[in-house]
């Protein structure tokens, strides 16, 4: 198996601010990461495909000037949620693409926007 | 555009029952197909990875198949167990990308 973590769990912010959320690699290099955003009793959306040290590729109807991906190194990719609004609130998990392997996802991160 | 979809939405069965979860996928031409768990507000926990050459895979008290061709997958869990309660995600992977396509979920409540 492989270990990802996801920082913070949940975070409650205003609307209007922006909030970064972190997934890492513990114990692998990842030059993949995905970002899926879950909204209550649905399935799993993938939002955005991150590629270490290139732009990241969007899925259709993602705003990619609203959610910015960073992968800057090859056990880190960060999402962050520029201007949230009420309507961002979800549950935000990413996983990463371990060679050879498959996909380990993280244990996600709760947004709630008031 | 591939869509998977998981029937039933629901199930609720009582303990020890042998239980088959379904999902089903448009798209034929995938690489391989992953069952997931997930337990209320955590991530993903994978179950069992079949690749598209193989027919089934198995892992103590879980079997799943495979049948490409009809586009369909089959979770069986033997004796089933309140610690089971969990939604139930299956996903493929197809075509030049990684990128995983989630079925709709089964939402299965084991009672004592």
């Known amino acids: 198996g492989a270990v990802v973590s996801q920082h913070p769990s949940w975070v409650i912010c205003k609307s209007g601010t922006s909030v970064k959320i972190e997934c890492r690699s513990l114990d692998f290099q990842a030059t993949t990461m995905f970002w899926y955003r879950q909204f209550p009793k649905q399935s799993l959306m993938l939002m955005a495909t991150s590629n270490e040290g290139s732009k990241a590729t969007y899925e259709q109807g993602v705003e990619k000037d609203k959610f910015l991906i960073n992968h800057a190194s090859l056990t880190l990719s960060t999402l962050t949620v520029t201007s949230a609004h009420p309507e961002d609130s979800s549950f935000y998990i990413c996983?990463?693409?371990?060679?050879?392997?498959?996909?380990?996802f993280g244990p996600g991160t709760r947004l709630t926007v008031l | 555009k591939q869509e998977v979809t998981q029937i039933p939405a629901a199930l609720s069965v009582p303990e020890g029952e042998n239980l088959v979860l379904n999902c089903s996928f448009t798209?034929?031409?995938?690489?391989?197909l992953q069952w997931f768990r997930q337990d209320p507000g955590k991530g993903l926990t994978s179950l069992l990875l079949i690749q598209s050459s193989q027919r089934e895979q198995t892992s103590g008290r879980l079997n799943a198949s495979l049948d490409k061709s009809s586009g369909r997958s089959t979770l069986y869990i033997a004796a089933s167990q309140p610690g089971d309660s969990a939604t139930y995600l299956c996903?493929?992977?197809?075509?030049?990308?990684?990128?995983?396509?989630f079925g709709t979920g089964t939402l299965l409540a084991v009672q004592p």
């Open positions: 798209d034929s031409a995938i690489y391989n």
């Open positions: 996983s990463a693409d371990k060679p050879a392997d498959t996909q380990y």
């Open positions: 996903a493929v992977t197809g075509g030049a990308t990684n990128k995983l396509i």
